[in-house]
């Protein structure tokens, strides 16, 4: 396996799960961009090195924040796509964020929506 490729798979396996009981919402940390199609480039260029991808995604799309690593509280996940990244299988994601993580206060935001990829775990292609 490459190592951007591997580095590409914990960028976004890092968008570790966990169900906060009461509302049915999650919070997750990882790679999260406004559109699919700035998921779909940032795996497509990435370099190894996850900041400078970042940087590349959003001069392209003229925004300092279209993509981004953040803590984030979501609801309504929604399955929009598929991307392979060497041999396995990453699920693009639709999220509805509701709520920000910074140095561990959290923020809640007005309901909106981004995109992000779940690793298929075992799901090798």
């Known amino acids: 396996m490459k190592l951007i490729e591997i580095g590409v798979k914990i960028a976004f396996a890092l968008f570790i799960v966990f169900p906060v009981h009461a509302q049915e919402l999650f919070t997750g940390s990882g790679i ?7 998921v779909e ?12 991808t970042i940087e ?10 279209a993509c981004g690593e953040a803590q984030v509280v979501y609801e309504a996940v929604k399955e929009v796509g598929h991307i392979r990244i060497d041999h396995s299988l990453g699920k693009i994601v639709q999220l509805t964020v509701v709520g920000i993580g910074r140095n561990g206060i959290w923020d809640v935001v007005e309901p909106h ?8 775990s075992g799901q090798e292609i």
């Open 113 to 120: 929506t981004q995109f992000t990829i779940f690793m298929v």
């Open 32 to 38: 999260i961009c406004d559109t699919r199609e700035q």
């Open 41 to 52: 480039r940032y795996v497509a260029i990435y370099d190894g090195n996850a900041e400078n």
């Open 56 to 65: 590349l995604v959003n001069a392209e799309a003229n925004s300092k924040s």
